[in-house]
């Protein structure tokens, strides 16, 4: 019976041991852990001041004064491969639009130009550029087919231009 005490009680206390170093072991762990996201921590606090100190350092030193705007652009653009609509003469607003056939958010910022040409009549002056991407496979097509099928003055940019975004 003493044999089997004694063996209950090495087994107790190796059981204890294990569960003393596994203790220990988890103890440490944490702590690693704990100062590698703290190193973390202090990166992206680093990554974030130097962001704050280009972008502040860019505003103040790149960025023209709306005098210098205002200066700085001629109003002249070389217009021989855009279509031009709206107000010519004297317009308040000038859309720059580029884009691409193929493109469904250029067929919404279509719709989008309509309404503002619609809704601000002798204010607007739209400027049109097609711009087709090379990873759109009929772009190209669709941009020549609308180009020859203006300069025949078979029907209106404006028209072949809603024609094809519709289809």
């Known amino acids: 019976m003493s044999k089997l005490k004694d063996a209950v009680a090495d087994e107790n206390r190796i059981f204890s041991i294990l569960i003393l170093l596994c203790l220990f072991i988890?103890?440490?762990?944490?702590?690693?852990?704990?100062?590698r996201i703290l190193n973390i921590q202090e990166n992206i606090d680093w990554i974030d001041d130097q962001i704050?100190?280009?972008t502040e350092h860019n505003i103040?030193?790149?960025?023209?004064?709306a005098n210098e705007v205002e200066?700085?652009?001629?109003?002249?653009?070389?217009?021989?491969?855009?279509?031009?609509?709206?107000e010519l003469k004297d317009p308040r607003i000038v859309i720059i639009e580029f884009f691409d056939f193929e493109w469904p958010y250029c067929?919404?910022?279509s719709k989008l130009t309509d309404e503002i040409l619609v809704s601000n009549p002798?204010?607007?002056?739209?400027?049109?550029?097609d711009y087709p991407l090379p990873f759109?496979?009929?772009?190209?097509?669709?941009?020549?087919?609308?180009?020859?099928?203006?300069?025949?003055?078979m029907i209106t940019y404006k028209e072949i231009y809603n024609y094809l975004f519709q289809n």
């Open 26 to 35: 988890l103890v440490v762990l944490s702590l690693i852990i704990s100062y």
């Open 52 to 54: 704050q100190q280009f």
């Open 60 to 65: 103040k030193d790149n960025s023209p004064s």
């Open 71 to 86: 200066t700085t652009y001629s109003g002249k653009m070389n217009l021989l491969s855009a279509h031009v609509s709206g």
């Open 107 to 109: 067929a919404e910022a």
């Open 122 to 129: 002798g204010q607007v002056m739209l400027v049109q550029f």
């Open 136 to 153: 759109h496979e009929d772009s190209q097509g669709a941009a020549l087919f609308a180009n020859c099928i203006y300069q025949q003055d």
